[in-house]
């Protein structure tokens, strides 16, 4: 199965920061990465599609880009309502696999 | 709106097994494929298994692959997880999700459930 490696698992930031976070793959998916925001006690919630495709109703400051084996995931605006674990996902058939998560908190 | 309520978790003994279903509403659940995702608790998220809209294509984490079964009945809107010889690190949240199209056995997990409550011990 392909591995998917998180990190950092944890960050702390500011309202306002930009926060990054990484994902690779144990091998090549092309654009197979899909990200996801959970909130404490909530389910998951698709942001990302595709590496870089926006879900609709996501607001913009979510972003995402990569190929390859490795992908970012970017918050261009931290706002207090995006504390959360979000987690990358790939697709490439036949297992679906899910990175460690990255818990962001408000420093 | 997408609705899916997930049923049938609860306390079951190791080796035992267990019947999860998602009854799905708010959309055309034939068009979709359909997942069971599941969360251990306090840790994260781990496909189970997906299927097609049709069942024609089926895929299942190896972890559970089987020991697990998922089926569907389009008429009935309803989404199946037979789940046997179940074990302690089967304990988890499990979650129904609905895919965004219809490819293989699905690639996204767009909608989900609230989840029902898996515990195995004795």
């Known amino acids: 199965d392909i591995q998917m490696t998180q990190s950092p698992s944890s960050l702390s930031a500011s309202v306002g920061d930009r926060v990054t976070i990484t994902c690779q793959a144990s091998?090549?998916?092309?654009?197979?990465l899909n990200w996801y925001q959970q909130k404490p006690g909530k389910a998951p919630k698709l942001l990302i599609y595709?590496?870089?495709n926006l879900e609709t109703g996501v607001p913009s400051r979510f972003s995402g880009s990569g190929s390859g084996t490795d992908f970012t995931f970017t918050i261009s605006s931290l706002q207090p309502e995006d504390i959360a674990t979000y987690y990358c996902?790939?697709?490439?058939?036949?297992?679906?696999?899910f990175g460690g998560g990255t818990k962001v908190e408000i420093k | 709106e997408v609705q899916l309520v997930e049923s049938g978790g609860g306390l079951v003994q190791p080796g035992r097994s267990l019947r999860l279903s998602c009854a799905a509403s708010?959309?055309?659940?034939?068009?979709?494929?359909m997942h069971w995702v599941r969360q251990a608790p306090g840790k994260g998220l781990e496909w189970v298994s997906g299927?097609?809209?049709?069942?024609?294509?089926?895929g299942y984490a190896d972890s559970v692959k089987g020991r697990f079964t998922i089926s569907r009945d389009n008429a009935k809107n309803s989404l199946y997880l037979q789940m046997n010889s179940l074990r302690a690190e089967d304990t988890a949240l499990y979650y129904c999700?609905?895919?965004?199209?219809?490819?293989?056995?699905?690639?996204?997990?767009?909608?989900w459930g609230q989840g029902t409550l898996v515990t195995v011990s004795s």
């Open positions: 708010g959309f055309t659940f034939d068009d979709y494929a």
């Open positions: 299927i097609s809209w049709n069942s024609g294509s089926i």
């Open positions: 091998q090549d998916i092309s654009n197979y």
């Open positions: 999700a609905k895919d965004k199209d219809d490819y293989v056995w699905g690639r996204y997990f767009q909608h």
């Open positions: 996902q790939q697709y490439d058939n036949p297992s679906l696999t």
């Open positions: 595709d590496a870089s």
